[in-house]
């Protein structure tokens, strides 16, 4: 099985910075693309970003700038940095992988971690 685990998130003020991290758990896994989605009280889920295991990395294009995704493939995490944070990115953040194990190949996701900024 593959557990993807968040951490990181928190109450900040606007204009402040959150670093989230995501790590995965499983044996024998090979990991593809990983990313970071959100979900706002009332509002569907939407990507904020993701990064292939080479490292080319895809953002919502109203984050560009503010928030940057990485990874460590060796510890299978990845990290989002998240910089002049608004009141509007307020909510539960959810890391997801697309995982090959033992020859099956599916998306998992994590169980969230709530970001809540102030204004």
């Known amino acids: 099985q593959v557990q993807l685990v968040e951490s990181g998130g928190g109450l900040v003020q606007a204009g402040g910075s959150l670093r989230l991290s995501c790590a995965a758990s499983g044996r024998s896994l090979y990991i593809y693309d990983m990313g970071w989605y959100r979900q706002a009280p009332g509002k569907q889920r939407e990507l904020v970003a993701t990064i292939t295991n080479s490292g080319s990395t895809n953002y919502a294009d109203s984050l560009l700038g503010r928030f940057t995704i990485s990874r460590d493939n060796a510890k299978k995490t990845v990290d989002l940095q998240m910089n002049s944070l608004k009141p509007e990115d307020t909510a539960v953040y959810y890391c997801?992988?697309?995982?090959?194990?033992?020859?099956?190949?599916?998306?998992?996701w994590g169980q969230g971690t709530q970001v809540t900024v102030s204004s």
């Open positions: 997801n992988a697309d995982v090959s194990i033992w020859g099956l190949r599916r998306v998992y």
